[in-house]
Every structure is written in structure tokens, then in C-alpha cells.
């Protein structure tokens, strides 16, 4: 099993991350501590990107920083590898004869997989940190079930339909970070950028010098190196994804030749469908 790697954030972006949070703070502290709002207004127009457009500024739906055609081969890589992620699930899907509850599990997991991982390519695409950081969250959550669920097979039974209640996901990522060392470092960043916080927010403020800085509504990243960090940690996490469906489809394919030979007994209940390998 490969393990994720989080030394680009651990590591190469820690110092700066901190960095950037206190001189956050310290400018939050001086615009709370002064009474002179003209001095906020000539800061603003010395800072053209932090200001509002113009009434008669044409708005754009993209990011006024981050230039997505620098990453574009990264991105189609993305997209193609989308629709092969889940390609293995059609050993499964093809054949309707003995069509358990076990493999509506296995669907769920798969659609999740694909739409998440197509939002995360399109938000990076996009130039939308926030949004890209919270779908991949949910996509690297919906990998964790799996090495839960592995764990505890009795918890099955959460992931079929009409089930009233959901997994503690705190425990479902400790027990993929057992498996994937560095799994619960990259889920605390994305969760610190999805939830509301001052450790994920003010993605878009940059600061120039001690005391002048930028700030824009409209989401972007602050430099390609951080949408392509994205893109690492979603393409290491959807090889993962590829292989259990994979596997999976195996496991099931072959549970279902067996169910249908005259003498064999199915699978005792109670069993998980979903394969995680060693």
C-alpha cells in the first residue's frame, strides 16, 4: 500500500503557512486598534486587487490570479483519469443476476468517488481553493470508509440504503491514517479550509513587505504550485480508489459465479463487499 505523501504541506509550506497567519493577525490587530478609517480607504486604493470593482467593471467568473492554462496538462490527466478510476466497476455492473444489497454499497462508493473527484479537477480548473480543498475533504472521506469498514465489518451495514445513521468519521480517518500514514495531516488541512476557521481562511490575501497586503472576494489560488498540490494529493488518493473498485469488482464477480454453481454456499452475512488490500 503506498502512503500518501504530506511533506509538501508538513514541511515546505509549514513555515510559511505560519508566517502568513501572523502577519493576518497582526494586520486584523492594527485595523481593530485604529480609529482612522481614511487611512483603510488610501490603503484599498493603493491595493487595487483588494478593492471592489468599478460599477462599470465587467465581473469575471474566474480567478483574477491564478491562470489555469499553466496546469492544463495536469488537469486533462485529471479528466481522463476520472472516467478510468471507475472503469472496473463494470464487471460488476454488467450482469443484474444476483444483485445483492452488498453491491449497492459498492455503487455508493463509486458515484461518490467520480463526482468528487470531477469537482475537485473543476474547482481547481476554476481557480477555487476553498471549494477544491472541501470536495477533495469529501473524497479522501469517502476512501477512509473503506479501511473502517475493513476494520469493523459489523459498520457495513451504515453504507446500505435506508440506513439511519452514518459512520464517526473522526475513527474512520484514524483508521485509514493507521493504513496511509500522513492520511490524517492532509485531512486536518482540508478541513481547516472547509470549515468556518482563521486557520483555513484568507486564502486569497497576500502580503508585499511589512505592512501592505491584497485581498480579494473572488476565490484563487495563490501561486500553481498550490493548485498542483491539490492535484498530487487527489491523483495518489484516486489510485487507491481505482484499485479497491477494482479489486472489489473481482471479489464480487467472482462471489456471484460462485453463488450461481449448483452445491456452493454464498458468502455467510455480515461480511464486507468492499476489498482493501494488505
Not at 498550490?226 to 488518493?237: C, D, H, Q
Request: proline content about 5%.
Amino acid at each position: 500500500m503506498t502512503s500518501l505523501r504530506v511533506e509538501a504541506f508538513t514541511m515546505g509550506r509549514a513555515s510559511k503557512k505560519k508566517q502568513d497567519r501572523r502577519r493576518t493577525r497582526q494586520a486584523i490587530q492594527e485595523l481593530e486598534g485604529s480609529a482612522s478609517k481614511p487611512r483603510v480607504e488610501q490603503f484599498v486604493a493603493r491595493n487595487p486587487v483588494g478593492s471592489p470593482p468599478a460599477s462599470d467593471e465587467k465581473e469575471s467568473q474566474h480567478s483574477r490570479v491564478f491562470d489555469a492554462a499553466e496546469i492544463a496538462d495536469e488537469l486533462e490527466i485529471a479528466r481522463v483519469s476520472s472516467l478510468e478510476m471507475v472503469r472496473g466497476s463494470l464487471g460488476v455492473l454488467g450482469d443484474s443476476r444476483g444483485f445483492s444489497l452488498n453491491h449497492f454499497a459498492f455503487l455508493g462508493f463509486v458515484e461518490r468517488a467520480q463526482a468528487f473527484h470531477q469537482g475537485v479537477v473543476q474547482m481547481v480548473e476554476s481557480g477555487n481553493p476553498l471549494a477544491a480543498a472541501t470536495l477533495l475533504r469529501s473524497f479522501a472521506e469517502n476512501l477512509a470508509v473503506i479501511y473502517y469498514v475493513d476494520k469493523h465489518p459489523t459498520e457495513f451495514q451504515k453504507l446500505l440504503p435506508g440506513a439511519k445513521h452514518g459512520l464517526p468519521m473522526g475513527k474512520v480517518v484514524a483508521a485509514a491514517e493507521m493504513r496511509l500514514p500522513g492520511f490524517k495531516g492532509i485531512h486536518d488541512h482540508l478541513s481547516s479550509m472547509a470549515h468556518p476557521s482563521g486557520a483555513g481562511a484568507f486564502q486569497t490575501m497576500q502580503f508585499e513587505g511589512n505592512r501592505d497586503w491584497s485581498w480579494q472576494s473572488n476565490p484563487t489560488f495563490r501561486s500553481v504550485d498550490e493548485a498542483r498540490e491539490i492535484l498530487t494529493w487527489l491523483g495518489e488518493m484516486r489510485e487507491l480508489c481505482a484499485r479497491i473498485i477494482r479489486e472489489t469488482a473481482v471479489v464480487m464477480r467472482a462471489a456471484d459465479v460462485a453463488q450461481q454453481a449448483p452445491g456452493v454456499t454464498a458468502s455467510p452475512p455480515g461480511g464486507t463487499a468492499l476489498a482493501v488490500d494488505g
